[in-house]
């Protein structure tokens, strides 16, 4: 896909993750947002995965560790085509296989249940080991929030990955600088996590992950370290791209109503005309 | 006659481990630093590519074995039990038992015949935490022979398993050659009419050593081993109750959750019948010798024949 295209699609995962949590009347739009790139990213140009065989052996593995937003994982896998897109206005409702955190048994193509923060990192490791173990060539992401390196375990599975030399992983950190408390220094600061993560053995990488090209240079440098995992570290925006969600805390757990819904739409449709014309 | 041989399920755990390994290239293994202790050390040894140390991080290993079964292959992860289902329940419950995931968990050091080193590492609450977790298969061996066809049973198994094995030496009472297991099946030692005797883990060897003590003393004992705690085998539990009409459970537990609860659960509602639950009493216990520490606790043969006496 070109840049333009990936914005595109990008806008349209947006728009899946509005009308998703919208419907639900509960989920977490600001962190699906932030991530939204990053996510079209993956499952449009990184990622070898096959929408028909969403379970193939050879396929790359991702697994959401920040699982509360998996209204962005599923608006872009619904958009990639694992799943049609009007399932996702079935979010968090009763019988549908789109629950509140990711459920890999219900939704085809996920590779990981997740949602209690910190473990889908260990998950993503152990994936990793099983492949360097087995001799698989597959390569195995992994996204977590900023406020989810709080968690203990984060560390612990860091400390494993690095000693075990797994370079098929690559963690990505969205660090929009919020979680439900407030800011993450005001909550309990995890940084400087650059130099965190390099303490821990990571080979390092800092991009803006609403950028495209910066994204598409950090991925395909990960792919060429040898000997270590790769941490991608993300600036981003929470809520991006709904401007009155932007940077706004309220917006980490909370569901537009009608007119909040209305009025985001019509952004995200504004943004996606002004694409077009380009 | 022959002194018993006595063989701690940890050590079956280990050898069964390396067993499996020539089996199956699927195995991996996982440990918390206490592969010595927990006997993996074993299979290390034997399979030093498949097996790995996370260090002191059980939640981490939890959920990296959870992340080793989603590609087919098959973990085995081991700390204490104290470790492996206190400390890391959240990962168990979240990460292996939700997705139902193909991970087997073997808990060693259960229950007070951890000795010496006391309460902290004496865990007593295992069953309980486990047996809350939908579709978690939960297997506690009575002796060596059990053991080592517990893990191979458990490895057949797909979905999530948690073994439980002991620190202690125990005696070695079933017959290689006739033995079979079966999970969900639980074994009828001794055929008995005035009370049933519903054991698990090492305390099965002490319902037997009672039920002969009773015997002497004209009271008929039934004794069932219960190996597989969840699935309960409840239609042979049901009929021995039926049979006998008074029920003693035996375990090296807390008596709040582990298999005198689940026995109290199926017979409540299906076969309302008088239990008397034997097991640790809602107390957290102490250091000492291993087989002084079940004696004080009423859990060897001597304890359960006179508590059986009181009760019936």
């Known amino acids: 896909m070109t840049k333009l295209e990936l914005q595109k699609t990008a806008n349209e995962v947006r728009k899946g993750i509005v009308t998703a949590v919208h419907s639900a009347k509960s989920g977490h739009p600001g962190g699906s947002l932030s991530a939204a790139d990053v996510f079209t990213y993956l499952y449009f140009e990184e ?18 560790s920040k699982g509360h937003t998996a209204p962005g994982l599923y608006a872009t896998l619904a958009e990639r085509g694992f799943f049609p897109k009007e399932d996702l206005t079935t979010l968090r409702h009763i019988g549908s296989h789109l629950q509140g955190h990711p459920c890999m048994q219900h939704t085809p193509g996920l590779d990981m249940s997740s949602g209690s923060l910190g473990q889908g990192i260990s998950a993503a490791v152990g994936m990793a080991l099983s492949a360097k173990t087995f001799g698989d060539s597959y390569r195995v992401y992994t996204l ?13 599975a ?17 660090n929009n600088n919020l979680q439900i408390d407030g800011t993450i220094e005001e909550v309990n600061s995890p940084y400087p996590i650059p130099e965190k993560f390099e303490a821990f053995g990571f080979h390092v990488i800092n991009v803006d992950g609403h950028d495209f090209d910066q994204l598409k240079a950090a991925f395909d440098e990960a792919k060429t370290i040898k000997g270590q995992p790769t941490v991608i570290i993300m600036k981003t925006v929470k809520g991006k791209g709904v401007s009155f969600m932007e940077n706004n805390v309220s917006w980490h757990g909370s569901a537009p109503n009608d007119e909040q819904y209305e009025t985001a739409m019509a952004e995200l449709e504004k943004a996606g005309e002004e694409l077009c014309q380009k | 006659m022959s002194e018993v041989k006595k063989i701690a399920t940890r050590e079956s755990y280990g050898n069964a481990l390396k067993a499996l390994g020539e089996e199956n290239p699927n195995v991996l293994v996982l440990d918390a630093d206490l592969a010595g202790a927990t006997k993996t050390s074993v299979f290390k040894k034997a399979f030093p590519d498949r097996f ?6 059980e939640c981490n290993m939890v959920s990296i074995a959870a992340g080793v079964a989603t590609t087919g292959r098959i973990p085995f ?48 609450e295992d069953i309980a935490l486990m047996r809350t977790i939908p579709g978690m298969v939960i297997i506690s061996p009575a002796d060596d022979v059990e053991a080592r066809a517990a893990v191979k049973a458990a490895a057949e198994y797909v979905g999530p398993v948690y073994l439980r094995f002991g620190r202690m030496a125990v005696p070695v009472f079933n017959d290689e050659a006739t033995y079979k297991f079966e999970i969900g099946k639980g074994i009828t030692l001794r055929e008995g009419t005035d009370v049933t005797i519903v054991a698990t883990g090492l305390c099965v060897n002490s319902a037997m050593e009672a039920a002969e003590k009773l015997a002497a003393d004209g009271i008929s004992a039934e004794v069932i081993n219960i190996h597989t705690i969840k699935p309960l085998d409840e239609e042979l539990i049901l009929a021995s109750a039926k049979k006998t009409g008074k029920v003693v459970t035996v375990e090296e537990h807390s008596v709040i959750g582990g298999l005198g609860s689940a026995v109290c659960d199926v017979l409540s509602e299906k076969l309302p019948t008088p239990v008397k639950k034997l097991g640790v009493n809602d107390t957290y216990c102490e250091s000492g010798p291993a087989a002084k520490l079940v004696e004080k606790y009423r859990l060897d043969g001597v304890g359960v024949y006179e508590q059986v006496k009181e009760f019936i």
Not at chain 1, 51 to 62: G, H, I, Q, T
Not at chain 2, 107 to 113: F, L, N, Q, R
Request: glycine letters at 10%.
């Open chain 1, 144 to 156: 977590l929030g900023d406020g989810e390196l709080q968690e203990g375990q984060v560390w612990e």
């Open chain 2, 77 to 124: 992860c081991s700390s204490f039990a104290m470790f492996a289902a206190g400390r890391a329940f959240e990962q168990v419950r979240n990460a292996v038992g939700y997705p139902h995931l193909n991970v087997k968990i073997g808990a060693t050091h259960a229950g007070i015949s951890v000795g010496e080193d006391g309460a902290t590492h004496q865990c007593n």
């Open chain 2, 52 to 57: 790995f140390d996370c260090g002191i991080a």
């Open chain 1, 47 to 64: 990622l070898n995965i096959d929408p028909k065989e969403p379970n193939k052996a050879d396929r790359d593995r991702f697994v959401l």
């Open chain 1, 158 to 174: 860091s400390m494993f990955a690095s000693a075990k030399k797994l370079d098929n992983l690559c963690v990505i950190v969205d």
